[in-house]
């Protein structure tokens, strides 16, 4: 039943801008793909073009072996969760689950049988003969879930699914629509701007910026070795600093920030290391240390705000604004003159863009 | 306490208004018809037992029912364009399924005078293109008020249905489309319905509008066509003949209570949601 999807080369304009550039991706069968990006950087579109919504400029998009591009939406035989559920108002909630079968010409009482048991996984048997009108907002998403599993779809896709939930109910529905999806073992993709949601969900997660992907891979690679500075930032990097190596001595390298500070790195820590590279940092992974002597980069410290498990100081730098965490036992005042220690493992080598 | 009485002394005036300048000459008007010295029902039966009187009556039940379904048939699929239209156009289209109402009645029943006349409009293209020999006579009959009645309707129809279908969200129909149903399928089971109370509240409007109406049977219609309408006026101010005149007045105000009931069963039918 599941299939693995190929979108090839898309391209998509909206009248003359072009909204995707020559886009490409693979979700393997039974896995669950995200797109991630702030509004505007494609994904819905993605989506859009994949459910049959849109139609690409140029490129394909294959499901298990069959060309979707020039089929219509309702050929496709995808099931679709949409951000606003959209119900038919005017079915019960068992006919709507229903609604699938019933243009796959499911003959009634076979129909209500799957219709409800598929209520029953999500929960809802109860409710089968009520309007959308009279449910809450986490009913109604559990139905439209509903719907779109009893077409045993071949792909699934969900845009944006939880937005509308409040903070409790979208982190329970987002670990049951992870048990249904695992359960079935159905390819999906999912699209989001909430990376918490994307990272706890997913297999592989594709960060998307002005119509392109900027990274496509697992959570934790994501999270602990992002490919490029925008990837860096949009995963929590506070600090990205630009510098150059002036001296390497077998594993280690001497590198310089803007301002003159020298640090120096191991390879056999960090990986390989170019000869202008950017070190990006998190503010945990740039210790706080008293001694402006140490071997880091000097700052004077700005404001102090508590984090619970740390102190977060601002701190300005000849290499520019950094962001830094500091123990609490030590609390420090502003404008103390203090040094910013990478911590190897919590820090990451990006090429220069 | 005190908001319930706010909302009364607001609701006042105009209910006043309604009780003294509607109700009141209704019941009025109606009372006179039990007050026969031939017996209670005398008037109902005497409009009953005469063979002109019941052809009226089955005649404007034809004309408005058939201008009704006609409205219904045009202003939905006109309404339909519109909803999809992009911004702009939209709104031009609305413009010039409105532009009619700007007019009067009798100014719009009128040219329909000309159009269809004996040396009308339609009559000498006819001719002139050769497809008939003899001017037609399109006046003063039942397909000719049906005609201008549906003119004079549809505009109203397209005005109540553009809002209803543009209530329908996107996504409803990408997911219909989405679950496997055809553009066919989706118009029948999702906009139709979604549509019916629209429909409904368009036909009430119409098929009132047009059972009642005078202008256009009296001008289109004439002697030949005479509806309740026309045949009310005729009684009470041709014949002055005031409780034959109130009697119709009464049977159209009960026909119009029983087809406003039936068509919102019909539409609790179709769409639950319906009220």
């Known amino acids: 039943m599941t299939q693995p999807l190929a979108i090839d080369n898309l391209t998509a304009h909206y009248g003359t801008t072009r909204v995707l550039e020559d886009l490409s991706l693979s979700v393997a069968a039974g896995e669950l793909v995200s797109l991630l990006g702030a509004s505007g950087c494609g994904k819905t579109t993605t989506l859009r073009l994949v459910a049959g919504f849109l139609e690409p400029t140029a490129g394909t998009i294959t499901l298990g072996g069959r060309d979707l591009t020039k089929l219509p939406a309702y050929r496709r035989d995808i099931g679709l969760v949409f951000q606003n559920y959209a119900l038919f108002p005017h079915l019960t909630v068992l006919d709507n689950v229903g609604f699938g079968l019933k243009q796959r010409g499911v003959a009634g009482a076979e129909r209500e049988k799957r219709a409800r048991a598929m209520l029953e996984r999500v929960g809802l048997a109860t409710l089968a003969d009520r309007l959308p009108g009279a449910l809450s907002g986490g009913q109604k998403q559990r139905v439209a879930l509903a719907r779109a599993l009893v077409i045993e779809p071949p792909l699934l896709m969900f845009d944006e699914p939880l937005s509308n939930l409040d903070a409790k109910l979208r982190v329970d529905m987002r670990v049951e629509i992870r048990q249904l999806q695992r359960a079935n073992g159905t390819t999906s993709v999912y699209v989001t701007h909430d990376q918490e949601e994307a990272f706890s969900i997913s297999d592989r997660v594709a960060i998307m910026h002005a119509g392109r992907i900027m990274q496509f891979d697992t959570p934790e690679v994501l999270y602990q070795k992002p490919a490029n500075a925008f990837v860096a930032r949009f995963v929590g990097f506070e600090n990205l600093i630009a510098m150059r190596v002036v001296a390497r001595d077998g594993a280690n390298v001497t590198a310089e920030a803007a301002g003159g500070a020298r640090l120096i790195l191991s390879q056999e820590r960090m990986g390989p290391i170019p000869d202008a590279f950017v070190l990006a940092c998190r503010a945990d992974g740039l210790a706080v240390s008293k001694d402006a002597g140490a071997a880091g980069l000097p700052a004077t410290l700005g404001l102090r705000t508590y984090l619970g498990r740390a102190y977060q100081y601002q701190c300005e730098s000849p290499a520019g604004h950094l962001v830094a965490n500091g123990a609490l036992s030590t609390p420090l005042e502003p404008g103390v003159a203090a040094s910013l220690v990478p911590v190897a493992e919590q820090c990451c080598v990006l090429g220069v863009e | ?275």
């Open chain 2, 1 to 275: 306490m005190l908001k319930r009485f706010a909302g009364w002394t607001l609701a006042a005036p105009a209910t006043l208004v309604v009780a003294v300048f509607l109700i009141l000459p209704v019941a009025a008007t109606i009372a006179t018809t039990f007050a026969e010295p031939g017996g209670v029902f005398s008037p109902y039966i005497a409009f009953f037992n005469s063979g002109f009187r019941r052809n009226v009556l089955w005649r404007t039940l034809q004309i408005s029912l058939a201008t009704t379904a006609i409205s219904l048939v045009i202003g939905f699929f006109a309404a339909y364009v519109v909803a999809r239209a992009p911004g702009r156009l939209k709104s031009i289209l609305i413009i010039a399924a409105v532009f009619p109402l700007l007019t009067g009645v009798v100014v719009r029943s009128f040219a329909w005078l000309i159009i269809l006349g004996k040396n009308g409009i339609l009559n000498n293209t006819l001719t002139g293109l050769g497809l008939i020999a003899e001017p037609l006579s399109m006046l003063y009959t039942q397909g000719a008020v049906i005609v201008a009645m549906v003119y004079l309707f549809v505009p109203l129809m397209i005005l109540t249905l553009v809002g209803v279908l543009e209530n329908i969200p996107e996504d409803v129909i990408q997911a219909s489309s989405s679950l496997g149903a055809s553009p066919a399928a989706t118009f029948r089971q999702v906009i139709f319905p979604l549509a019916v109370p629209g429909l409904i509240v368009g036909a009430v409007l119409v098929f009132t509008g047009s059972f009642t109406a005078y202008a256009t049977p009296q001008l289109l219609g004439g002697e030949r066509q005479m509806v309740m309408g026309t045949l009310m006026y005729q009684r009470a101010m041709v014949a002055f003949d005031w409780v034959g005149a109130s009697t119709i007045a009464a049977i159209m105000v009960v026909i119009t209570i029983t087809v406003v009931l039936a068509m919102s069963r019909v539409a609790r039918r179709l769409n639950p949601m319906a009220t």
